[in-house]
């Protein structure tokens, strides 16, 4: 089963039941099934939806059931890659989620349209970020400029353009270790980051993952 399925077999489970989920998302049934069977990937807002209601406490969740109106905010996923950039100091980062295509940027801090559009799908490890999905460990350049994977490349002409000079980029690991998605923060000049920091972010990631894949706030 998909990341997106499990999210939402999981919020079924919450609210007691599909139907209420249906009407949660306030979408056709025939579509919440081939969902949560993996037949189709929802959209990101659904699947936002879905992780809202899972990582909220109780009374909360409530509200978002009752109110049709609510925003879709995926404030775990935006909070978990702003809880990074606090502990590595960096002014910029993503939070990706791996998919069928493969990584797609979920949240993100710090870059504007070019960069976006560039790195909106990364099938392949000619990025950090790539690699990290593609060979499920970290990746840390310390300076976009020199390193071999982005020298002369144009992923590293838009990483520097956008004023990324470093970049970690730690994968989410579900529990049977396939990744599910991956976290990266970039610094606008060259930087090796601490073990302190790489520690936290390992903290930061396994929780990440385990919500995710629909396990308790």
Do not use: N, Y
């Not at 989410?172 to 972010?201: F, N």
Request: hydrophobic share 45%; glycine share 10%.
């Amino acid at each position: 089963m998909t990341v997106h399925g499990r999210a939402l077999h999981r919020a079924a489970q919450i609210l007691g039941g599909k139907e209420k989920l249906r009407a949660c998302l306030h979408a056709p049934m025939h579509l919440l099934d081939a969902w949560m069977s993996g037949a189709e990937m929802p959209p990101m807002e659904v699947f936002l939806k879905a992780v809202d209601l899972i990582s909220t406490p109780p009374p909360d969740r409530e509200a978002v059931e009752r109110s049709a109106r609510l925003p879709i905010r995926g404030d775990k996923v935006q909070a978990a890659l702003d809880a990074a950039l606090r502990v590595t100091g960096a002014q910029r980062g993503t939070l990706q989620l791996a998919c069928g295509d493969g990584l797609r940027i979920i949240a993100q801090r710090g870059f504007e349209q070019p960069f976006l559009d560039f790195f909106a799908r990364v099938r392949d490890e000619s990025s950090a970020c790539g690699a990290a999905l593609v060979h499920g460990r970290r990746v840390i350049v310390a300076d976009v400029a020199r390193d071999p994977m982005f020298a002369g490349t144009p992923a590293g002409g838009v990483m520097l353009q956008a004023g990324a000079r470093a970049v970690q980029s730690t994968p989410l690991l579900a529990a049977s270790a396939e990744v599910i998605g991956v976290l990266s923060t970039h610094h606008d000049q060259p930087r090796q980051p601490g073990e302190d920091e790489l520690d936290m972010l390992d903290d930061i990631a396994r929780r990440t993952a385990f919500w995710l894949e629909g396990g308790s706030a």
